[in-house]
């Protein structure tokens, strides 16, 4: 005989997440195991500037997933424990690097001045063997205080056919970071980019000009305080307005 669905209870549910605890995109994560480093503001998360995207109203918070726990799982705790024995055995004296598994992916958060001493080994030891630099890439976090920059470093073993990424962060008042163009060759023109875009100044970089603006031009243009619109576009003849001009979907 079936059960009466009248008797059947549902079963209690947990506390709601709130806003400023969420968990990243598609990641299972607790309470507290995430943090917030600001507030995203309409579709682009710039102020002051002509946002006509319809969405200037959106608020929403920004949050980083926190640090992970051993063990990492499958060759996430080889390389993290490669890394640790290579560094030792080089004599480096570094701080141990916090590392974060983010879907399915593994960074290795590095204070900056021990960027290109890692560098080196992750290349260079055979239990490592990270021997390709694949991209660098910057992220703006106006709301980070004293973190505002982050250079990240995408990292390929063909040996090992493995990826990781390596980060680091640099105030706004000193956008400091070392290029690692000594050892990867292939981070010229990407650190050159990120210079350009966001500002962060490569020291030991052989040639450190803009690579896509003009060498004149005021600014880099994604930072989070660099303006939408205000700057006339021309295009095969046709004149496209600033976004402050155009429509509002408002």
Request: glycine fraction near 10%.
């Amino acid at each position: 005989m079936s059960e009466d669905s009248s008797d059947v209870k549902p079963e209690p549910k947990g506390p709601e997440q709130p806003a400023t605890e969420q968990s990243p995109e598609n990641v299972p994560a607790p309470a507290g195991e995430v943090h917030q480093v600001g507030e995203r503001h309409g579709m682009f998360g710039v102020r002051g500037t002509g946002d006509t995207s319809g969405y200037g109203g959106l608020q929403q918070a920004i949050v980083l997933p926190g640090d992970a726990q051993r063990p990492y799982g499958g060759w996430f705790d080889e390389v993290a424990d490669g890394l640790a024995a290579a560094t030792r055995d080089a004599g480096l004296e570094i701080a141990a690097p916090r590392v974060v598994i983010h879907r399915g992916e593994i960074t290795f958060h590095l204070r900056r001045e021990d960027l290109l001493p890692v560098a080196q080994v992750l290349r260079d030891d055979e239990r490592l063997r990270f021997e390709l630099l694949v991209g660098v890439s910057g992220v703006n976090y106006p709301d980070d205080a004293g973190r505002e920059l982050h250079a990240v470093y995408h990292l390929l073993s063909m040996t090992h056919n493995r990826r990781i990424r390596l980060e680091v962060t640099a105030p706004d008042g000193d956008p400091h970071v070392p290029s690692v163009v000594a050892v990867y060759p292939t981070a010229d023109w990407h650190e050159r980019e990120t210079f350009d875009m966001f500002g962060i100044v490569f020291d030991g970089h052989p040639a450190l000009t803009r690579i896509l603006m003009p060498d004149d031009w005021p600014g880099h243009p994604q930072r989070k305080d660099y303006p939408l619109g205000g700057i006339p576009v021309e295009y095969k003849g046709g004149t496209i307005p600033p976004p402050d001009q155009r429509r509002s979907y408002n």
